[in-house]
């Protein structure tokens, strides 16, 4: 059963498409609202494309990936309210977030060295808590419990400037990171995934491409932090928290895991269907407790479909035998 | 100096319960390999169906009987539909299990709604006893009796019984147990029971201790019982016991002392330990 | 002929993940008859002993035991039908008693007297054994723990016994003590051995089966093995009459 780095998207030609409608989406409508559907999708895709980098490339299991997201959004909120909200000053916090990113890739990275996987993923939810509690307590500078709200630079006060920031980041993350796992370093990622004793003896030092892995995926979802946080202009201890890093699990897994067009899809259908389903409640209060149909979802697809939503279309179009 | 022995007492029976919730998850993953993140949603299970039981008939004993089978039953069902595909697929049964996790409480959510309830004492256990002149919660002390003697019976079952000598050679060498002729699925199916049933257990004795319980109860024993189960060591019961009864001790005193700091000195504890010796303080070398 | 065969296995081959391990390896084991399996190291002998225990999934091929097929069966179910396995490592559970491993071998019988029958007689060949009764088996020597693990294997009633390298790490003496033990197993089970030491294996085995990269490529009696020294330094890099106790090289020698 031969693998890819990652399995081969819909045609370019398709995906030319898809980002040509995208782009042109504000001459068609100003809804506030679809844009802001737009983006949240798109951000929590391309969050969870660097969690896909690290789960489903590398096969390392983080439950405190949010982290890397969170802190970023917060430096960026911070500084606009208590310091200023000129363009510099977001530089300055951009030029922060990725620094704080790399440190913390470099130290979560450091403990693949030392714990296994369970344990890994154990100490991963609980540094993470242990952010979300440090942005509880710090009322003053993060606002605590009620989260924290603050205005943009004036060049980012326009939602159609935004809706660009948001779309052409997501267009650049997803070729980086495709010119990444193409790279020799990404072939070596997957090979780790597959079988790390193999790689190991094959002389590669599996420690330090896991460390890259890990300062990359951080460093990626860093940047959607601090994209979120232009788009959002509010950030709440949410950011932070398990249930972030939980989302892009869930997304990696419906849509896709180890593949590019995965997290995009994974994340449509779930922001979408999560739409649906809380209005729908509005009208039936049966729908209330929706997340329990995601949870059964999930539950299905890791059954039923191992690969996700695009592996089951593969599977279907080049009616492959099952590997 | 008073003090002092209300803390302990109030820290070991919050450790005994802790125990409880942990000694199923660290047999369950010692022996299996699985990571049931679902486990505390069996905890929470125990507490609501245990209060809203007494809540309605007044019986705590039956509300404890009552809790202990909801739990053990979900768990039984969880096990047989959603868990037994996945056995062997590590990656796949932590999915899982944070699935069954997720829908559980989701479930209990839309029964029981959002919200906190009350969890009164019962009034046979309400009051003080006077301890060498100290006033001590008679609950807590009915706890500490309790889980004391769930611990022995749990180590009498792991050291005098077949099944138990079966459990200790199966978390050393599983597939050595297998080839002896041991039909491993069924260890498993029983190892989950009695795990799920320990852990709903302890959760009907949760309620009364803080009051009112809430579907953050899940959440919050499932961290915690995490912690207790990597500092005591992964399939190791005595650890769960040691860990358990140092976490509880620890949270009291330092509830008592410094509120916020509680839950960031669990998991600075942790990983001090875990970067110490990663595999917990009884726990196997190079297990799993 | 088929009457007296105990296990019989026909164009086996495996995948181990997404290694092809065995393109076709056939081996027959005759009624209380001692059959070594050997071969250079990742030939792919101990993955045809798992692969009849069911440890490993046999992709194609057949796997008879006494006639009857085992193939796909799990591995407690292969057990059940009286087929035991020693692995390389022993397998000892080394937080359980010497008395506890015992225990946990036994198959349940019908009478309490049988299993203390079956008990004494496993003691009786290994008397070191009573010694440590009571001791954790990880406290035992390399020499007991395979004893030990023996003994576990005799408990049962068993009708063929797969043993994989267990002269493997045993000082030359106690190797020694072992080839008499080894050929009175062959009154009580059918054997399968694995083994490196080609000298160890020449002389408690009765027939060879040679596999070389994951396929069968010559078996027959013993002693013509014995006396075909080309043979041997073909497939398996070494000769006899070169030392007591001549170890197949795991380094390819064409």
Redesign the interface.
Known sequence: MRRRAYLPGPAPAALILLAGILMALPLFTSSRSTFTMVNMITTSAVFALSYNLLVGYTGILSLGHALFFGSSAYIVGIMMRHVGTSLWILFMAVLISMVFAVLAGLFVGYLTLRLKTIYYAMVTLAVAELLVILAEKSRSLTGGLDGLNYRVPEFFQNAVVVYYLVLIYAIVALFLVRRFLDSPTGKVLVSIRENEQRASSLGFDVFRYKLISSVAAGLLASLTGVVFAIDNRFVMTSALAVDRTLEALFITIIGGVGTLPGPFIGAAVYHLAADWLSSLAKVHAIFERWPILFGGLYIVITLTMPGGIVSAYYRLRLRRPRG | MDVVIILTINGLATGLLLFMMAAGLSVIFGLMGIMNFAHGAFFMLGSYASTWTYLKTGNFALAMLAGTAVGTFIGFLTERSILRPVYGKPLAQILITLGAFIVLNEMVKAVWGPNVIPSPVPPLLEGEFRVGGVLVSRYRIFIIFFGVSTAATVQWLLNRTRLGMIVRAGVENAEMIQILGVNIRRVFAAVFLLGTALASLGGTMIGPTLGQIGPFVSTQYLLLGFIVVVIGGLGSLIGSLVAGVLVGLMNNYVVWLYPPAAMPLNIILMSLILLVKPTGLFGKEGAH | MSDTRILRVAGLHAFI??FYVLHGVDVEVQNHEIMVLLGRNGAGKTTTLRCV?G?VRAHEGIVELAGENIKGL???EI??KKL??V?EDQ?I????TVA??L???M?PSRAKKEDRRRLDFAMSLFPDLKQAWNRKAGTLSGGQKQMLALA?ALI?ENKLMMLDEPSKGLAPVVVKGLVPVMKELRTYASVLLVEQNLSFASKVGDAFSIISDGKTVQSGKMNDLIEAPETQRLYLGVHMGGGESAQIWTSSSS
Request: hydrophobic share 35%.
């Open positions: 993940g997404q225990m440890l799990p591995p407690h057990a059940n035991t396995l692995p397998g559970f080394s937080v359980l506890e491993n225990q946990v071998a198959r576990r049962n």
